[in-house]
């Protein structure tokens, strides 16, 4: 026979464990939180001594933040969180004065606003301070010093305080490094950017919000021609428009690009931009479902010899539907690469035959000069 009281007992053992799982969640997650900051942004600020990024773990425990949390915990928070690319945000190490830990990435530490053990506040930070809080008073045309200015932009940021009159501001011709990571940009703000600084080479246009969009980009890219170095990671309304503008701007120039978080481009539009972009060396689409294995038919990689062997190997025995490589002027593709590469086409099933280009490749029933190799090609 059921015993009602029994089941009560039961349900409400059951919500209280329910209420401690929450609780634990609810914990942990604050303690990543408050790592997350003091490991990236606050340690320094906090009072730790920061080397290169690493803090010994006792000096750490010392912060406020974390004063309801054990060094096992801290340190197991550590050793077990990763991103959502399933890579570890920290890192850590034991050394003869104790274990040191730091963020994998994303370290961008503030300043100790005070003189070491002493509550006088720094000079530099008093100034900083009243800039932020009185910018538009100042002139920053030709103003020397890149790293103040993003340093500014972003502690006004934090401020909640940003304004696309105090960004116009800030920026000036001199620019060629810009950060403007996690700032949303209004049409005016990003008018700034390519009106007030032209000579840009690396820009951070990360999570920049809904109004960045392809039409947007385009004069940026158009208006700031010696871009190296690009962020649109989380731009999510910029589709391959953006990609083509690219190639056809910064064909020559562009070496590193992140897309990832933005699942609009194309396999065929990013396979141009690898193709065409002949110095680009890092290429971030993380989390584009555009880019499988199974849709990738023809790649063109000549006129760059960034690619090693050992990578061009894997992409032929990886990639099956790949129709046709061209690696014509490739270095690194030596004959015994070559050889590979012709075994690995000869070893394919006849629906999935491949042809591969190099100079140093020919049909053995056409003329010599006859750049095109298929699956019997040989070695001259």
């Given at each position: 026979?059921?015993?009602?009281?029994?089941?009560?007992?039961?349900?409400?053992?059951?919500?209280?464990?329910?209420?401690?799982?929450?609780?634990?969640?609810?914990?942990?997650?604050?303690?990543?939180?408050?790592?997350?900051?003091?490991?990236?942004?606050?340690?320094?600020?906090?009072?730790?001594r920061v080397d290169e990024g690493w803090i010994l773990l006792r000096d750490l425990m010392t912060v406020p933040l974390l004063s309801e949390y054990t060094e096992n915990e801290v340190l197991g928070e550590i050793q077990t969180s990763y991103s959502y690319r399933k890579t570890p945000r920290y890192?850590?190490?034991?050394?003869?004065?104790?274990?040191?830990?730091?963020?994998?990435?994303?370290?961008?530490?503030?300043?100790?606003?005070?003189?070491?053990?002493?509550?006088?506040?720094?000079?530099?930070?008093?100034?900083?301070?009243?800039?932020?809080?009185?910018?538009?008073?100042?002139?920053?045309?030709?103003?020397?010093?890149?790293?103040?200015?993003?340093?500014?932009?972003?502690?006004?940021?934090?401020?909640?305080?940003?304004?696309?009159?105090?960004?116009?501001?800030?920026?000036?011709?001199?620019?060629?490094?810009?950060?403007?990571?996690?700032?949303?940009?209004?049409?005016?703000?990003?008018?700034?950017?390519?009106?007030?600084?032209?000579?840009?080479?690396?820009?951070?246009?990360?999570?920049?919000?809904?109004?960045?969009?392809?039409?947007?980009?385009?004069?940026?890219?158009?208006?700031?021609?010696?871009?190296?170095?690009?962020?649109?990671?989380?731009?999510?309304?910029?589709?391959?428009?953006?990609?083509?503008?690219?190639?056809?701007?910064?064909?020559?120039?562009?070496?590193?690009?992140?897309?990832?978080?933005?699942?609009?481009?194309?396999?065929?539009?990013?396979?141009?931009?690898?193709?065409?972009?002949?110095?680009?060396?890092?290429?971030?689409?993380?989390?584009?479902?555009?880019?499988?294995?199974?849709?990738?038919?023809?790649?063109?990689?000549?006129?760059?010899?960034?690619?090693?062997?050992?990578?061009?190997?894997?992409?032929?025995?990886?990639?099956?539907?790949?129709?046709?490589?061209?690696?014509?002027?490739?270095?690194?593709?030596?004959?015994?690469?070559?050889?590979i590469l012709i075994a690995l086409a000869k070893s394919r099933e006849n629906d999935r035959t491949i042809t591969i280009v190099h100079k140093n490749l020919q049909h053995p029933v056409v003329a010599p000069d006859n750049p095109w190799a298929v699956v019997n090609a040989k070695t001259r």
């Amino acid at each position: 026979m059921l015993n009602i009281k029994d089941e009560i007992q039961r349900h409400t053992e059951h919500k209280d464990d329910l209420r401690l799982v929450k609780q634990y969640e609810r914990r942990q997650l604050k303690l990543g939180k408050r790592l997350a900051y003091l490991l990236r942004y606050g340690a320094e600020k906090e009072g730790c001594r920061v080397d290169e990024g690493w803090i010994l773990l006792r000096d750490l425990m010392t912060v406020p933040l974390l004063s309801e949390y054990t060094e096992n915990e801290v340190l197991g928070e550590i050793q077990t969180s990763y991103s959502y690319r399933k890579t570890p945000r920290y890192q850590w190490e034991k050394r003869p004065d104790g274990v040191y830990v730091r963020a994998a990435y994303g370290r961008r530490f503030e300043r100790n606003p005070y003189h070491e053990q002493t509550q006088i506040r720094r000079l530099l930070d008093l100034t900083l301070e009243y800039i932020c809080e009185n910018v538009e008073q100042f002139d920053f045309e030709n103003f020397p010093d890149e790293f103040l200015i993003n340093e500014i932009i972003h502690r006004i940021k934090r401020n909640g305080k940003l304004t696309s009159k105090k960004l116009q501001s800030l920026l000036s011709e001199t620019m060629e490094h810009l950060d403007l990571d996690g700032i949303y940009l209004t049409e005016s703000g990003i008018k700034a950017i390519y009106k007030k600084c032209p000579n840009l080479k690396v820009l951070s246009l990360k999570s920049c919000g809904y109004v960045l969009n392809d039409h947007y980009l385009e004069q940026i890219i158009r208006k700031c021609p010696l871009i190296e170095s690009l962020d649109l990671s989380y731009c999510r309304h910029l589709t391959d428009r953006t990609l083509n503008n690219l190639i056809k701007y910064y064909s020559k120039n562009l070496i590193q690009l992140i897309l990832s978080g933005n699942h609009n481009y194309t396999g065929d539009a990013i396979i141009r931009l690898v193709s065409e972009c002949e110095q680009l060396k890092q290429l971030d689409i993380w989390d584009n479902p555009n880019c499988t294995n199974d849709n990738l038919i023809q790649l063109i990689l000549s006129g760059n010899h960034n690619y090693t062997g050992d990578a061009i190997i894997r992409l032929v025995s990886e990639c099956e539907q790949l129709k046709q490589l061209d690696i014509w002027d490739n270095p690194n593709c030596t004959n015994d690469v070559l050889n590979i590469l012709i075994a690995l086409a000869k070893s394919r099933e006849n629906d999935r035959t491949i042809t591969i280009v190099h100079k140093n490749l020919q049909h053995p029933v056409v003329a010599p000069d006859n750049p095109w190799a298929v699956v019997n090609a040989k070695t001259r």
